[in-house]
């Protein structure tokens, strides 16, 4: 890892030292075999217990990653008494439902974005969390990086002068399949929960205060989730121009521009590695840094919830509650615009 001089070095610690907490996983798709690996190779986080709809996958995906108790069905799995978080990785339209069940049963949890499938959802979660002295962090992975601390360091530190500018996008080609999740409507599919949402939380990192107004546009799969939006957000004199597509592998970079300087962020933005800093005035400098790369990455978050429990923390300073219900809203926002309604959500 190298920290150029005129780049601050980050303050994130290393996943390995977070004391040992014991761990839960909810769901055994995709996602879930990538946080078992990265909390099995970088932390020292304890996997106990996996849940799935099923026995059969359930007991495959204990087998896998060395997990000594299966079971069928979230709530059997939370009255197991020596689990204290649970990390959901099912499906957006299943994590208000998943993540009320453990916050009932006393667990902390660790909920896979987007947080939820809108905002009056993620305000109900939140609230319970905080209601039960538990917390519920959303798993925006990138918040937790050490590539994010740098240039969190930098917008503190006022080295990018005023911020006016920020770029994002996050685009991937997926083939259309009305059957897979991100297609369909009852899965709270579509783009921007499961891309979009990328761009959008970077950018509500990047801008100055509170306030946001935002305005997208965008069309529809045939099977009527969102296929690609483009935003933009405003926050006083501050703007950023953010999209996302399922049909297109777009570039994933992100830019900051201030008055003073801007930091460009290489592919793929969200998992940030390789950061430039570039002044108004004067030579570039650069961040290479990230020993812990791809999806392992997630070893971040899961050790920073660790840490937060066995502190007796009650929120994260890197993503509060206020941030995930502000991107919520926002993605609320933009699904508006493009006329995107999941089952159901007209009912409540
Ligand atoms: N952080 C990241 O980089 C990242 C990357 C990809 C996805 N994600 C997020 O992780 C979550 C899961 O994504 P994934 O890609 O892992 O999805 P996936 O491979 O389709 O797995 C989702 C799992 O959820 C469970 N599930 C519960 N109800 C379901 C239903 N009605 N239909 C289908 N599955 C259901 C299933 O597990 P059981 O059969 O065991 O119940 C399924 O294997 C989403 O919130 C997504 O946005 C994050």
């Known amino acids: 890892m190298s920290t150029p001089a005129s780049l601050p070095a980050p303050r994130t610690p290393e996943p390995s030292q977070a004391p040992p907490l014991r761990w839960a996983i909810s769901s055994t798709g995709g996602i879930a075999a990538s946080m078992a690996d990265a909390i099995r190779r970088h932390t020292r986080q304890e996997l106990v217990a996996v849940g799935s709809r099923s026995q059969g996958s359930a007991d495959r995906f204990a087998a896998a990653w060395d997990i000594p108790r299966a079971y069928e069905g979230i709530d059997a799995m939370l009255a ?39 905002a009056e959802q993620a305000r109900e ?49 997926f083939a259309p399949d009305p059957s897979h999740r991100l297609f369909a409507p009852g899965l709270a599919g579509g783009a921007l929960l499961d891309l979009g949402v990328y761009p959008l939380s970077f950018a509500d990192f990047a801008l100055p205060g509170e306030e946001r107004e935002l305005a997208a546009t965008g069309d529809l799969t045939d099977t009527g989730v969102d296929r690609q939006v483009s935003m933009t957000l405003r926050s006083g004199a501050a703007y950023a121009t953010l999209s996302t597509t399922l049909a297109a592998r ?5 830019s900051i521009s201030g008055t003073l300087a801007r930091v460009e962020l290489e592919p793929d933005f969200y998992q940030p590695t390789r950061i430039t800093l570039v002044p108004r005035d004067g030579e570039s400098a650069s961040y290479d840094g990230g020993t812990i790369r791809g999806h392992q990455a997630m070893a971040y ?26 991107v919520m809203e926002l993605l609320d926002q933009a699904r508006r615009d493009v006329g995107v309604v999941y089952p159901g959500e007209g009912d409540r």
């Open 80 to 118: 197991d008494d020596a689990v204290d978080i649970v990390y959901i990785a099912s499906p957006h339209s299943q994590h208000h439902a998943d993540a009320m069940a453990a916050l009932h049963a006393g667990k902390h949890v660790l909920v896979e974005k987007a947080f939820t499938q809108d």
């Open 125 to 173: 979660v939140l609230d319970t969390a905080r209601a039960a002295n538990l917390i519920a962090l959303e798993a925006m992975w990138t918040r937790f990086l050490p590539g994010t601390d740098v240039i969190r360091q930098l917008l503190e530190g006022g080295a990018l002068g005023e911020v006016t500018t920020v770029l994002a996008d996050h685009g991937q080609w």
């Open 250 to 254: 777009t570039p994933t970079t992100a």
């Open 301 to 326: 978050e899961a050790a920073h919830l660790a840490q937060l429990v066995a502190d007796g923390a009650s929120e994260s300073p890197l993503l509060p509650p206020s941030a995930t219900l502000r």
